[in-house]
T-cell receptor, first 111, second 117 residues
């Protein structure tokens, strides 16, 4: 069974601080996606990384896929209250269409 | 971009009744759709993979007779929670994959909150 562990589980910070969320597994994934989910809504895709070592930037968010394609990180610079939400990583399988979600990181950014 | 519509967004039903949730891909064809369950403050747990024209593939521990999945067309999959009980109360989310879309094309519905009383 493929498992994706995210850390930290919870994060509560002040506006303007930087933070990093980690997504780790012992399995190799074909792709790694990051989502943000607001309460009562479905997850919204932030980014997809597919190449080992790949780095993608989306404004204040920087995503990295590990060289071995087993882990990923999300770094947010100068967090804002609008960044508050549940951040989920999800790994794609080589053999199936399944997308397996990580355990989630709940971020709260206070003004 | 790809849009997945899920209906209803919330439903309250009596214990013992059945509830059907629909998941539609609005502007693309989805040969495969996925159903997830999410408990409060937790991540999404994959329940089953819904394949158009064939039986769904259920994840280990998911009762196929409790959660009936039908994928009769390339744009519609349904999840029926049969003989619902309070422990079935949860947030159910579907997703569909647009193989021709960008970013590996997983699009999620907005979810259905089921409350069984």
């Amino acid at each position: 069974t493929q498992l994706l562990e995210q850390s930290p589980q919870f994060l509560s910070i002040q506006e303007g601080e930087n933070l990093t969320v980690y997504c780790n597994s012992s399995s190799v994934f074909s792709s790694l996606q990051w989502y943000r989910q607001e309460p009562g809504e479905g997850p919204v895709l932030l980014v997809t990384v597919v190449t080992g070592g790949e780095v993608k930037k989306l404004k204040r968010l920087t995503f990295q896929f590990g060289d071995a394609r087993k882990d990923s990180s999300l770094h947010i610079t100068a967090a804002q209250p609008g960044d508050t939400g549940l951040y989920l990583c999800a790994g794609g399988s080589y053999n199936t269409d399944k997308l397996i979600f990580g355990t989630g990181t709940r971020l709260q950014v206070f003004p | 971009g790809a849009v997945v519509s899920q209906h209803p967004s919330w439903v309250i039903c009596k214990s013992g009744t059945s509830v059907k949730i629909e998941c539609r891909s609005l502007d693309f064809q989805a040969t495969t759709m996925f159903w997830y369950r999410q408990f409060p403050k937790q991540s999404l747990m994959l329940m089953a993979t819904s394949n158009e024209g064939s039986k769904a593939t259920y994840e280990q521990g998911v009762e196929k007779d409790k959660f009936l999945i039908n994928h009769a067309s390339l744009t519609l999959s349904t999840l029926t929670v049969t003989s619902a009980h309070p422990e079935d109360s949860s947030f159910y989310i579907c997703s569909a994959r647009d193989r021709d879309g960008l970013n590996y094309g997983y699009t999620f519905g907005s979810g259905t909150r089921l409350t069984v009383v």
